[in-house]
């Protein structure tokens, strides 16, 4: 089945710029959406299909996927962007998430 | 749009689970729902999704067999059942509705979730 594999854990300093990766086979052939969940909160959308980014998602969340892996960039992290993040993409008809990064603002 | 959940549930090892995920706010058999569980201190694990308005379903190889996706057009309802549980069923679990259809979209939103506690 397919996997998409993502690094436990992402710390940046606040300011600084945060680069959570997905991997998988050929991801770059997909698209790829991601989502934040903050403790105790329900999952949230903040990139869909490439770098496309929701109403009310900040601009300095961007997107990027190309050949085995797709990219969660965020410009000048904040520390309310400490968080679980979530990579999803589908395999024909399946769905398959990531297993998800934990981002450290400190 | 709103999806609600049934309530948090106790079951006993081999047991069965049915959990029911009303929605309301939008057109319900133009939007797939799927089921989606998190484990304890864990990450998202999708189960499988229905297309309401066929009843079609396609389920996750880890779950196949032992899950069941149903919905009633008549209250805009989704069900999921589960069967032999174990404790490692234990999880909260999700209704969550796509953008999309049977191959691309996003979850655009999801039930409040239901906590299953599995336990002897």
């Known amino acids: 089945s397919y996997e998409l594999t993502q690094p436990p854990s992402v710390s940046v300093s606040p300011g600084q710029t945060a680069t959570i990766t997905c991997s998988g086979d050929k991801l770059g052939e997909k698209y790829v959406y991601w989502y934040q969940q903050k403790p105790g909160h329900l999952p949230v959308l903040v990139i869909y299909q490439g770098d496309n980014r929701p109403s009310g998602i900040p601009e300095r969340f961007s997107g990027s996927n190309s050949g085995n892996t797709a990219t969660l960039t965020i410009s000048g992290t904040q520390t309310l962007d400490e968080a679980e993040y979530y990579c999803?993409?589908?395999?024909?008809?399946?769905?398959?998430f990531g297993g998800g990064t934990e981002l450290s603002v400190l | 749009v709103h999806l609600v959940q049934s309530g948090a549930e106790v079951k006993k090892p081999g047991a069965s689970l049915k959990v029911s995920c009303k929605a309301s706010?939008?057109?319900?058999?133009?939007?797939?729902l799927h089921w989606v569980r998190q484990a304890p201190g864990q990450g998202l694990e999708w189960m499988g999704w229905?297309?309401?308005?066929?009843?079609?379903?396609d389920y996750a190889q880890k779950f196949q067999g032992r899950v069941s996706m149903t919905r009633d057009t008549s209250t805009d309802t989704a069900y999921m059942e589960l069967n032999s549980l174990t404790s490692d069923d234990t999880a909260i679990y999700h209704c969550?509705?796509?953008?999309?259809?049977?191959?691309?979209?996003?979850?655009?939103?999801w039930g409040q979730g239901t906590l299953v506690t599995v336990s002897s």
């Open positions: 229905i297309n309401p308005n066929s009843g079609g379903t």
């Open positions: 706010g939008y057109n319900f058999i133009a939007y797939y």
């Open positions: 969550a509705r796509t953008n999309g259809g049977s191959t691309y979209g996003w979850f655009d939103s």
């Open positions: 999803q993409a589908w395999d024909t008809s399946t769905v398959v």
